[in-house]
């Protein structure tokens, strides 16, 4: 079956786009609460193409999802990658929300890494309120485990829940 997805790196000549779709309260109500300015949100993602400091081992992937017939951007997706561990993001514009497009993406950005970054185990956390996102992650294969036994996630902060999915192809679940 065709993708519904057009999925490029993201590129400045997008965040005009991006912003339009994704400087949305309910988008910014599990990740950090406040709508940031236009500017606020050119720069944060002018910084993330810049890719990550050098020496720290990590690569950064940034992607831009669009509708496959309109063109019509619906979100965009991350990864950070350190040795093993890749660590996943996806945000979506709620207009779109219940439709199976972060689902969909997620799916293409567990396989990019794959190609990309190898054998890779996957990582997420969230809010214990978005159970939007924790629905999503579970039907991707994730399973909740706790903190402890994570390793350093960047996008965890104290009280988050933390999930993992093995990286091994078909493989879901599991522990690290």
Same mark, same amino acid.
């Given at each position: 079956m065709p993708s519904r997805l057009r999925i490029t790196p993201l590129r400045p000549q997008h965040l005009d786009e991006l912003a339009a779709a994704l400087r949305h309260p309910a988008v910014y109500e599990h990740i950090g609460g406040e709508v940031p300015s236009a500017a606020e949100f050119h720069l944060a993602l002018e910084r993330a193409l810049v890719g990550p400091p050098p020496g720290g081992g990590q690569r950064w992937f940034n992607y831009l999802v669009r509708h496959a017939d309109s063109r019509t951007v619906l979100g965009r997706l991350e990864a950070t990658v350190v040795g093993r561990v890749a660590e996943v993001a996806f945000l979506f514009a709620p207009g779109i929300w219940g439709n +199976?497009?972060?689902?969909? +993406?997620?799916a293409w950005l567990h396989e990019e890494l794959r190609r990309e970054a190898g054998?890779?185990?996957?990582?997420?956390?969230?809010?214990?309120?978005?159970?939007?996102?924790?629905?999503?992650?579970?039907?991707?294969?994730?399973v909740e485990v706790p903190a402890a036994v994570a390793p350093a996630l960047q996008s965890y902060d104290a009280g988050d829940l933390v999930f993992h999915r093995a990286g091994l192809p078909g493989a879901a679940g599991g522990t690290a």
């Open positions: +199976g497009y972060a689902s969909e +993406g997620l054998d890779v185990d996957f990582w997420a956390t969230t809010l214990p309120a978005n159970r939007r996102c924790q629905a999503l992650l579970r039907r991707a294969g994730y």
